[in-house]
């Protein structure tokens, strides 16, 4: 059920007239129900994976729990007749109780994600290496079938598990309304990836009616489906079809290509993070923004920040701290002061971790070498950069560039068209590939190649070609606007006659020039695949 079907649609009307009819303590079990709903229509057998998830992470957390408070009772109860080291004895007896409960689930969920996404990975490889040790037997694949936002759930799923490990809260005492966390339905498609703590606070409580809050939902409903149907899945054709013949698209359509991709990544995920948003905002329920302008970021570090945000923080809470000081790593950091220097010493356990939070992080998009290695190269880039710094603050002293508006405006496109250059990995889906179509973008591009024919025949007319540049000038428009304040806050500060006809022109725009497939459908959702 995509969110830009009409079926959705439907749902979403139905939805929101009985959760505002029922008595309000009934809502957080109607989007329970919903949710199921939603998740089962794309396949009862789907549906399995995310119970067993669900009741599993729901026993193992109590148990935690449970032992965290028979801790706490018992050490005061025998707080006075206890030594330290018997305290500290009691403590660790426990901790490993708690550990052993935290890795049977971790492997559990990690291990379903595992099979289901990556066993064909890794049968593809081992055919690899019997292929080139000459031998001819082969292991066949398996016909598996990847569960709706199985990587979105699991990683929600892990994280409060490991959030009730460490105490930060207590375990949810009612399987429902766990159930009805991991399974929200606004998150299943493409994230964000929600923390308990926080969602806790406006999944469970009674919403009344609220007219204001509501309208902004739906204003940010429809800022998400203009992106997704005017402009990502417009600018799809042609992106498919530079892909799909790179013999006949090379020199500069392989940047015209890389170009058009960034473009329909970030009004596709953003789109669809907007929905998500709009519609938890409908029904009362806060949960996190996943981007913030991202296209203007001075540098790779920063881009990461603003770019799919609740997915970096899971991987700097959960795999760059613990990696970084855990016993190994710094035995490791000991090794390396004592043989190459304190300054190797202190940087390898930050080196270490960033690359295996960016191999996973790469793994994470997808099975295949090609995520791997685009992982790999954006966490090997903010490396170099910070070694760097030293650099560019002694260039900075000589030239104090720093601050001007055409230094920043380098810096922005600057990161734009590197984080572009890396993504072609994602768009060819193969490393050898990729390379040779990035030499042989920078080595014969040339502007008299736009005037062969060849633009045109990417499936885009001039109107195609008019409405994507108007579209990203709106875009542009609307991401500046937004930098000193809500734009919706400020729409709804002008008088009623301007504030109408924006969002009905927005309404019509969608409705009138919106790109429609085969009985005027959407295509999928990029991020769907993860």
């Known amino acids: 059920m995509l969110f830009t079907s009409y079926e959705f649609i439907a749902f979403l009307i139905l939805l929101f007239i009985l959760y505002y009819a029922i008595p309000a303590r009934h809502q957080w079990k109607l989007l329970l129900l919903a949710s199921y709903v939603f998740y089962f229509v794309s396949g009862w057998k789907n549906g399995l994976f995310i119970l067993l998830t669900t009741v599993s992470t729901y026993f193992l957390a109590k148990g935690i729990d449970k032992l965290h408070r028979e801790q706490a009772a018992y050490l005061k109860e025998h707080k006075k007749e206890m030594s330290k080291e018997e305290r500290k004895g009691y403590k660790a007896k426990i901790k490993s109780r708690q550990w052993r409960l935290l890795l049977m689930g971790l492997f559990l969920n990690f291990g379903i994600l595992a099979v289901l996404k990556y066993t064909n990975f890794a049968i593809a490889n081992v055919n690899g290496l019997l292929s080139f040790w000459g031998t001819e037997k082969r292991l066949p694949f398996l016909n598996l079938l990847l569960p709706l936002g199985i990587s979105f759930y699991t990683f929600i799923t892990m994280g409060y598990l490991i959030d009730v490990y460490r105490g930060k809260y207590p375990a949810e005492t009612c399987l429902g309304r766990l159930a009805l966390f991991v399974s929200f339905f606004p998150q299943l498609i493409q994230g964000p990836i929600n923390r308990y703590d926080e ?105 990461w920040r603003r770019w799919h945000i609740s997915l970096g923080a899971w991987f700097t809470e959960y795999i760059f701290y613990p990696v970084s000081v855990c016993q190994p790593m710094l035995n490791f950091s000991r090794f390396c002061r004592k043989h190459f220097g304190d300054y190797v010493g202190k940087r390898m356990p930050v080196y270490v971790a960033s690359l295996a939070v960016w191999f996973t992080t790469g793994i994470w998009h997808g099975a295949s070498w090609n995520f791997i290695v685009w992982g790999l190269l954006n966490g090997i880039i903010i490396i170099l950069s910070q070694e760097c710094e030293p650099l560019y603050a002694r260039f900075h002293s000589r030239f104090p560039v720093a601050g001007t508006w055409w230094y920043s405006l380098f810096q922005v496109v600057r990161t734009v068209l590197l984080m572009s250059s890396l993504r072609m990995l994602d768009c060819y889906r193969n490393v050898p590939l990729t390379f040779r179509m990035f030499g042989d973008m920078l080595l014969h591009s040339r502007l008299s190649q736009l005037f062969d024919g060849r633009l045109m025949s990417l499936g885009l007319t001039m109107s195609d070609y008019l409405v994507l540049g108007l579209g990203t000038v709106v875009l542009i428009g609307v991401s500046l606007t937004g930098r000193n304040g809500s734009v919706r806050e400020k729409l709804a500060a002008r008088p009623a006659p301007v504030r109408y006809a924006v969002i009905y022109s927005l309404f019509l725009c969608t409705l009138i020039i919106g790109a429609y497939g085969v009985g005027y459908d959407s295509s999928q959702f990029i991020y769907n695949q993860f």
């Open 199 to 303: 969602m806790k606070e406006t999944l469970y409580t009674e919403h009344l009616f609220d007219a204001r809050e509501i309208a902004f939902g739906l204003e940010r409903v429809l800022w998400g489906v203009f992106k997704k149907l005017v402009i990502a899945d417009r600018i799809l054709t042609g992106v498919t079809t530079i892909i799909k013949a790179p013999e006949v698209y090379d020199g500069i359509y392989v940047f015209v290509g890389m170009m058009f991709y960034a473009l329909q990544l970030y009004a596709d995920f953003t789109g669809g993070i907007d929905i998500t948003v709009g519609v938890a905002q409908v029904l009362g329920i806060q949960v996190r923004e996943n981007f913030i302008r991202p296209y203007f970021s001075k540098n790779i570090a920063e881009y």
